[in-house]
Nanobody, 117 residues
Framework: VQLQACGGGLVQAGGSLRLSCAASGGTISKYTIAWFRQAPGKEREFVAF???????VHADSVKDRFTISRDNAKNTVYLQMNSLESEDTAVYYC????????????WGQGTQVTVSS
């Protein structure tokens, strides 16, 4: 499975962006898909994940502002980001993990999100 993350860009504080993580080379319908982000000089941190069932978990720092969703027909997961803050500036990565043996784990390349204040 290959993951392609896109949708990043430059946005003013308070604005919105929608990131996409499109998978190819296999279906991700049974995978847990997560978004992580890494700001300059900081460690990569968890943002949100969505299970194959559709249940979601969001980090406290983005709860009520970001929403993860999936469209299995399009083999794509989205991250809708609203009310963006300068602290959200980071490279965003998507990850696909199949949580059954054998466990499979894939990362996409990052997409840059820059929020100007």
């Amino acid at each position: 499975v290959q993951l392609q993350a896109c949708g990043g860009g430059l946005v003013q504080a308070g604005g919105s962006l929608r990131l996409s993580c499109a998978a190819s080379g296999g279906t991700i319908s049974k995978y847990t898909i997560a978004w992580f982000r890494q700001a300059p000089g900081k460690e990569r941190e968890f943002v949100a994940f969505i299970r194959w069932s559709g249940s979601t978990v969001h980090a406290d720092s983005v709860k009520d502002r970001f929403t993860i969703s999936r469209d299995n027909a399009k083999n794509t997961v989205y991250l809708q980001m609203n009310s963006l803050e300068s602290e959200d500036t980071a490279v965003y990565y998507c990850r696909a993990r199949r949580p059954v043996t054998p466990v499979l784990d894939y990362w996409g390349q990052g997409t840059q999100v820059t929020v100007s204040s």
